[in-house]
Structures are given as C-alpha cells and as structure tokens.
C-alpha cells in the first residue's frame, strides 16, 4: 500500500514520466478520460511547466484502483476536463496596434483560416489609448490542427452594434470600420446636433458609416451652446481603408 493509506500499489498508476515536455501548455491537470470504462478509475495528476510551456513535472494526486491497463491520459486545463491538445492556449500579441474600439474587444478565428478544423475559439482584448494592452483566452476551443496567424484572427466589437449591413450584430469586425471620431475644432457657436454628413469619395472606399453630431446641452438651459462637443457614431460601416478614410 501507499504511505499513510490502504491502497493498494498493485494496478494503480505509481508515478508519470515525461518523455516529451512539448511547448505552450498552461500548468494544469492529467487525467484519464477512458476512467467511466474502468481503466484509469479515480486517477488524478497535476503538471507545472517552465517559461516555454514545456511540461517539467507531473505530480499523482490520486493513484486509482483496479488499473489493469496503461490509461490513456490527457493534459487538461486546470479545473476543467478541456484538452490542451488541439486548442488555443494563449494569445500574445506581438504589436499593439492603434485606433481600436476603447470597449474591451472580442478576438475570433475566421472561417477562411485554411486549417479552421477547430470551433469555439474567443479571446477579450482590452485596450488603452485605442492600442492592444491585453490578450486573455475566454474559451481555448478545440479541434485546431496548427495555430493560427495573426491574418487568421479578426478583432470584433465587444457588443452588438451596426456596421455596414448588419444592424444590433455581435460579428461587426473592427479592421475596416471607423471606430471612433475625434472633434478637433468645435465649431463657432453655430452648430446644433444632428447628423453628421458623411462624405467617401475616391480614392476612399467603404461604406454604411453614420453618425450624430452631440451639442451638449448647458445647464439649467435644455440646449447647447452652439459647439460640438462628441460625435456619437451610429453604424461603423465597413470595408474602409485607413490611408483613405470617409
């Protein structure tokens, strides 16, 4: 039996080896998924990893009983029974980028990706200052054969909005959209709120942006003061060119 228990050592799992440590895993757990069959019962492990990802240990949390057969097992994410394998683990962002949505963003795999055999991939992107500030994986996926690129991805906007000719849609995508407007003068007093013209003409392509032009009102008067002070954009369009922008 094991130290301290009543278990018997006999057709249990005594330790796990590595012969291979591979490269981008998150410490987490080992498990057996053939265990409901009978093999592997109650066997338990978890795993650390260096700086790569690469597996250094695996520690027996629970040695199983009635293991008449080598288990097959599998590298989990903590807490989960999520295979590493065939998913995302992380996401590092290799240039931060600029004029992205200021609302935390969701990073997709697109359906072109030439190897898109995996699903459910999603990651929140938060920026600062319209630049990428941070990658966290809200949902690893799995089934992907090779990882994907950074022209694999897309950037989409955290919540349903309009873009071109999707109307409240979770899948308006950031790359082609305008994502804010900046008023750089406001105007002499003049103006009042409305909607903002919008002009694209070549060599500027793209369309379906629109915006409201905000004259704030002054308190205690319920209007403006004649400025604009925020352009409040409706529909964020799509397919415009950052050289060229409306």
């Given at each position: 039996c094991y130290t301290g228990t009543n278990i018997d050592m006999n057709n249990s799992v005594t330790s796990v080896g590595v012969s291979s440590a591979?490269?981008?895993f998150l410490a987490g757990h080992v498990i057996a998924p053939?265990?409901?069959a009978g093999v592997g019962g109650e066997f338990a492990a978890d795993f650390s990893v260096d700086a790569l990802g690469g597996v250094t240990s695996v520690s027996v949390t629970s040695h199983g009983e009635g293991i008449l057969s080598a288990p097959d097992l599998v590298l989990a994410y903590s807490g989960t029974t999520d295979a590493m394998s065939g998913s995302i683990s992380s996401v590092r962002a290799v240039s931060a980028g600029a004029n992205y949505d200021d609302t935390p963003g969701v990073l997709r795999i697109n359906s072109t990706f030439l190897n898109h055999t995996g699903s459910d991939f999603a990651a929140s992107v938060t920026t600062?200052?319209?630049s990428v500030l941070s990658v966290s994986v809200t949902a690893h996926g799995s089934g992907y054969g090779i990882d994907p690129t950074a022209s694999d991805v897309s950037l989409y906007y955290g919540y349903a909005t309009d873009c071109g000719s999707l109307t409240a849609s979770t899948q308006c995508v950031q790359e082609g959209s305008v994502?804010?407007?900046e008023v750089l003068r406001y105007g002499n007093r003049h103006y009042a709120s409305g909607a903002?013209?919008?002009?694209?003409d070549a060599p500027c392509v793209g369309s379906g942006f629109a915006a409201t032009?905000?004259?704030t009102p002054v308190p205690p008067s319920?209007?403006?003061d004649g400025i604009i002070?925020?352009?409040f954009i409706t529909n964020h369009g799509s397919s415009y060119s950052r050289s060229n922008p409306p």
């Open positions: 591979g490269v981008n053939n265990s409901s600062l200052g319209g994502t804010k407007v903002a013209t919008i002009t694209c032009c905000i004259d319920p209007t403006g002070d925020t352009i």
